[in-house]
């Protein structure tokens, strides 16, 4: 029997896993970064870091989407955090959530990312991933996007580009 | 009447403020830093810093344990974030709990603070703060301590000084 | 006359001043970072801050070279500071090098970048910036490539791109 | 022989080691840092680290003193990097100067350290060691004081306590 305190944490890549490779003179995604992050915060509580792929968010596509929604569903945890990209990350949850509906599931669901990434001084990342933390043991089951210190549904969230920031939508 | 987002921030000091004097060759505690930490993540819920003391958490007494909680029920605002040393962190909130029943209020009041200051690039205070800002916002009325990415009721959490970590009392 | 500690920074762009541009999903260069660096540092000598330009190190072209030359022996100052990307830093090193030698000019010029952007918590920039700056003030006049915590001669030395690193051409 | 490149490290303690230590809610000297800052600025000098003391800058006495000097005298390097506490560095530099003199030594030494821990965010601990680390490799024999982007003779600096840098005297 899974432990209710652990959580499970998959990794889809994103800004907050971006890194530079000066032999390239571009940014990758590279490691995920959440791992030692949560690690360097001290959490007690048990959780495992999975990664399901290193894309931009702007190029994960429906098949994606299915995996990550069958890796939610296959999980014996009822509490995953998701790192993604944040261009789509309300797609993504958007299809977590149907999927959560269809298998009548009752298992918490955060997106989070960071608008910045986590190798950077300047970052929300420890924040975000911080807040998601808190959301994914506090929320009642269904797909939850969490930025900019908010918590969205899904189906009433954009990304602000123009603002960089994510906005309700009534 | 009050934006039902908003949050209400007191601060009074602790490790997550401490600075480095080097002319005094001492840490004491510095500026608040909690204000700067949401800005540079990007929070859009609005809040309001107000420094209600700059104590080390073991130079707290009963009468700051009375301000706080007095500031707390005199707040417009349901949802209260207090930064707090680490040492007597349950002490206080234990307080404002009481208080809380007494005057039969429906606030949610999370304290948080952190094990390394905010000012180190090896910190949980980034982390800390996000968990309590989800916390603050999602969590039922009452007064909790958010540490070590876990909530934990005042009455039943202590401070593990040997392993440097908050663990729930049973 | 001009202060003889006076140090004139040039910069031309490269990792150093990388940024992350979310919006664009895209890295740039971004305002230049030395001045920042300098100042918290607390470096006490006079300078002074010129972009020249700001271009990845291949993007630099001999018009570019005869610009920083030009502006080199323009400057009254005997101590010149030039950030620079990595992958072309020699190479316009030895073409400050021909200009200073046809002028029998008395100048110290040091060129310094980073192979990781000042930006990432993770960074060679301060230490490099704070290497190149003694340098400048301590080397006899010339035009000099300071990376990897060493001086090198702009004609022997080459960027070991495989190994990310600058060494020593004999 | 020894490899002319080769540079000794010596430390002695100071506000760059210092560390903060919430179970004693104090800060103390940790770990030498300089090892791991060399080692993450990938600097390609050879290098070795040997911690001689762990003190506060107004803790050293003149023995200490004189066990610098004799470590220094003993080395079979011709470029030593020390860092020590700014109260009292000049003191400490002008003994090591005294001594070189005495037994003739034609060694390059010079004194580091920094006004914020290295452990802080805004620290001027990178760029100080960078700017010792070219100091010690372009510098004539002798001992020198390298603080605030300047190299200073150890019989002609102070450190100004109220401004919180180090000075010329004259």
Chains 1, 2, 3, 4 share one sequence.
Do not use: C, W
Not at 38 to 66: C, H, N, Q, W, Y
Not at 103 to 110: E, F, I, P, Q
Not at 112 to 132: Q, Y
Request: glycine share 6%; aromatic share 8%.
């Amino acid at each position: 029997m899974t432990d209710p305190d652990f959580v499970q944490v998959f990794t889809t890549g994103g800004t907050i896993d971006k890194e530079y490779f000066d032999a390239k003179s571009a940014y990758e995604i590279g490691e995920p970064q959440i791992g030692a992050l949560l690690r360097e915060a001290g959490v007690t509580f048990p959780f495992e870091v999975t990664a399901l792929m290193r894309k931009d968010s702007l190029d994960i596509e429906d098949e994606d989407r299915a995996l990550v929604a069958s890796r939610v569903l296959e999980s014996p945890s009822t509490r995953v955090l998701i790192t993604h990209g944040t261009d789509t990350m309300a797609e993504t949850a958007r299809a977590v959530a149907a999927a959560l509906e269809a298998d009548d599931r009752d298992t918490t669901v955060v997106f989070v990312g960071s608008l910045s990434p986590a190798r950077f001084k300047a970052t929300d990342a420890e924040f975000n991933v911080g807040f998601a933390a808190a959301a994914v043991q506090t929320l009642p089951p269904g797909a939850y996007v969490a930025m900019n210190g908010r918590v969205f549904d899904p189906h009433r969230v954009r990304k602000d580009r123009d603002r960089n920031r994510f906005v309700a939508v009534t």
